[in-house]
């Protein structure tokens, strides 16, 4: 059975210039449940206790999930500003030879580099906003996915070749965005699956991860098999200041998807979530509208 959002419910929408994703939360806390005392404890305010910040770092699920819930802000952004348009590009940037950047030292060289690379493309062709996201490899190696809005431009092109002579470090590449329409979903899976290979389902299977598979355009991907080369409080991806956060509007469903012209339409997608920490436990229901 599908499940849905009973229109009297109370949720959080977000309209990113046609991709709609409402959020319902059976149990809602609207006041913080706990309160910072110093840079290693914080007080539960319902019980009194103080308890200590886990800093190990050695916690993988809680990593994980932290990781996707960077990966879903991040689709929010890409959706609000990013719709497959003719003035948008999405370029890969590699390294060449083997002075290549790794992930171990943040990324940062990559970053320096970069700002070189937007500074010389905005002397040639103005006003440019972006998202830049850098991938890691199982090497400990990095190349970096960017999406770029020429807002000087109606229509962009720009030949590869001129892209990797402003670039200079390596091969890059551009992919047209044309019949994608939901781009923050194309993006993610860049950044999370790694295509099916021998080494791949190995690697899944020695470190005890669940292995799911999925297909794309007729390619197998291991979903989240990425994840794992991503380190602890890595800075995966930056923005310019153009770039705008979703607009958060909260009421009764019915309200909301009236407002938004919804109403009669059913979701192209949703799922259920059930969460469960010791004696708490809550239901979490996200309805997904792609009207683009």
């Known amino acids: ?21 409402l959020q319902y939360m059976e149990k809602r806390n609207n006041e913080c449940p706990i309160k910072v005392l110093n840079g290693n404890q914080y007080l539960i ?17 809680n990593s994980y999930k932290s990781l996707y819930r960077t ?23 590699t390294y060449g030879g083997i002075d290549r950047p790794r992930i171990l030292d943040g990324g940062k060289r990559f970053y320096m580099d970069f700002q ?7 002397r040639k062709y103005g006003h440019i906003e972006f998202i830049n996201v850098v991938e890691p490899h199982a090497d400990g190696h990095i190349h970096a996915h960017v999406l770029m809005k020429f807002i000087d431009y109606d229509s962009i092109f720009i030949a590869n070749s001129e892209l990797a002579t402003i670039w200079g470090k390596g091969f890059v590449k551009v992919t047209n965005l044309k019949n994608v329409d939901n781009v923050g979903a194309y993006l993610s899976a860049y950044l999370t699956d790694v295509e099916v290979s021998d080494s791949v389902i190995h690697d899944c299977i020695k470190n005890g991860e669940k292995i ?59 799922k259920k979530y059930e969460i469960k ?6 239901t979490i229901i996200y309805e997904h509208f792609n009207l683009r």
């Open 45 to 61: 305010k319902s019980t009194g206790e103080i308890c200590d910040f886990d800093k190990t770092g050695t916690n993988r699920t």
């Open 212 to 270: 799911v598979v999925k297909e794309i355009n007729g390619k197998k991907f291991v979903k989240g098999a990425r994840l794992k080369y991503y380190p602890k409080k890595f800075r995966i991806y930056r923005r310019s200041k153009g770039i705008l956060d979703p607009e958060v509007i909260s009421g009764v469903s019915r309200d909301i998807k009236k407002k938004i012209g919804i109403l009669s339409r059913e979701p192209d997608f949703t």
């Open 71 to 93: 990966f879903k802000q991040l689709r929010y952004l890409i959706n609000n500003n990013f719709l497959g348009c003719k003035n948008e590009l999405f370029v890969t940037l």
């Open 1 to 21: 059975m599908k499940v849905k959002i009973d229109n009297n419910l109370y949720v959080h929408a977000r309209n990113m210039c046609g991709i709609v994703e």
């Open 277 to 282: 920490i010791n004696d708490f436990s809550n």
């Open 116 to 122: 070189i690379y937007i500074k010389a493309l905005r």
